[in-house]
């Protein structure tokens, strides 16, 4: 008999308000997800170093200033820590973020092409 567990968020810009998970907008919810895989990787790397880190969408359902945070956050890991960060992402605004970008223009369902721009 397991007891699920619940999450609970403190909203610093409420002044701390405890609130529930289900209660977070979309672009709460990635980034609240994207620090608990930080955290996680930080912790899985006390005997393991992790060098690369694979972020798969959830950009788009974010604000500008909290895509700019969340931007700043992963450089700032990227050059403190040294590891790789891949972003799989559509959303327009990253393209002028992100120096590396490998491209993916489908063709047909058979046929893409890949490009690397720097």
């Known amino acids: 008999n397991s007891k699920e567990m619940d999450l609970q968020i403190a909203d610093k810009h409420f002044f701390g308000e405890i609130r529930n998970i289900n209660s977070l907008s979309g672009g709460e919810t990635f980034l609240v ?9 930080d912790l899985a790397s006390k005997n393991t170093p992790i060098r690369s880190l694979f972020i798969d969408e959830g950009f788009g359902t974010l604000d500008p ?16 820590q040294n590891r790789q960060i891949g ?3 559509h959303v327009e605004e990253l393209k002028k973020r992100i120096t590396t970008q ?3 223009t489908k ?12």
Do not use: C, H, M, W
């Not at 200033?65 to 403190?80: I, K, P, V, Y």
């Open 33 to 41: 997800s994207l620090a608990l895989a930080l955290g996680l990787s």
């Open 65 to 80: 200033e909290s895509l700019n945070n969340a931007l700043d956050t992963l450089e700032l890991l990227r050059q403190s």
């Open 87 to 89: 972003i799989i992402s």
């Open 102 to 104: 490998i491209q993916v």
């Open 107 to 118: 063709y047909s369902p058979e046929f893409s092409k890949i490009t690397i721009v720097n």
